[in-house]
């Protein structure tokens, strides 16, 4: 009987060592591991009952939380990848713009060039232009 009292107060300590100082209920952490050490199995029994978060996760304290609700949009980390995610897509659609813009201007330059309806045929200014060398009026 003394090896379980014992096995649960070092379960009980483990655990209130572990938890966030925000999830404990009811007393602060450190009054808890005082409990437990002071009031054996009493203080695990009240750790148990009274102090433990409501909610435990076998992943540890390493990963976060969610709310009571447990909604999307009430996690911080969700809420920033949305973000990451809108300024991407902004930035890319702005990239598109720019490279049609970029297209637009060079067509249209490339129009302006040409010297004649045909490439190689002469132009009306009497200008021998070749095919390898296009003509830009600035």
Same mark, same amino acid.
């Given at each position: 009987?003394?090896? $379980?009292?014992?096995?649960?107060?070092?379960?009980?300590?483990?655990?209130? $060592?572990?938890?966030?100082?925000?999830? $404990?209920?009811?007393?602060? *952490?450190?009054?808890? $591991?005082?409990?437990?050490?002071?009031?054996?199995?009493?203080?695990?029994?009240?750790?148990?009952?009274?102090?433990?978060?409501? @909610?435990?996760?076998?992943?540890?304290?390493?990963? /976060?939380?969610?709310?009571?609700? !447990?909604?999307?949009?009430?996690?911080? @980390?969700?809420?920033?990848?949305? @973000?990451?995610?809108?300024?991407?897509?902004?930035?890319?659609?702005?990239?598109?713009?720019?490279?049609?813009?970029?297209?637009?201007?060079?067509? *249209?330059?490339?129009?302006? !060039?040409?010297? !004649?309806?045909? *490439?190689?045929?002469?132009?009306?200014?009497?200008?021998?232009? /070749?095919?390898?060398?296009?003509?830009?009026?600035?």
């Amino acid at each position: 009987m003394a090896l $379980v009292a014992l096995a649960v107060t070092i379960y009980a300590l483990i655990e209130c $060592v572990r938890t966030r100082p925000s999830d $404990v209920r009811s007393l602060p *952490k450190t009054g808890w $591991v005082a409990a437990i050490v002071l009031l054996p199995l009493i203080g695990a029994g009240l750790w148990f009952w009274l102090g433990r978060p409501k @909610e435990i996760s076998d992943a540890g304290p390493a990963q /976060t939380r969610r709310g009571a609700t !447990g909604a999307p949009d009430d996690d911080p @980390e969700f809420l920033r990848d949305l @973000e990451r995610q809108r300024r991407s897509k902004a930035r890319e659609n702005e990239l598109r713009r720019k490279e049609a813009e970029i297209e637009a201007r060079e067509r *249209k330059l490339r129009e302006e !060039g040409k010297p !004649g309806d045909e *490439k190689g045929k002469p132009s009306d200014d009497g200008g021998n232009p /070749t095919e390898d060398t296009p003509r830009h009026t600035p």
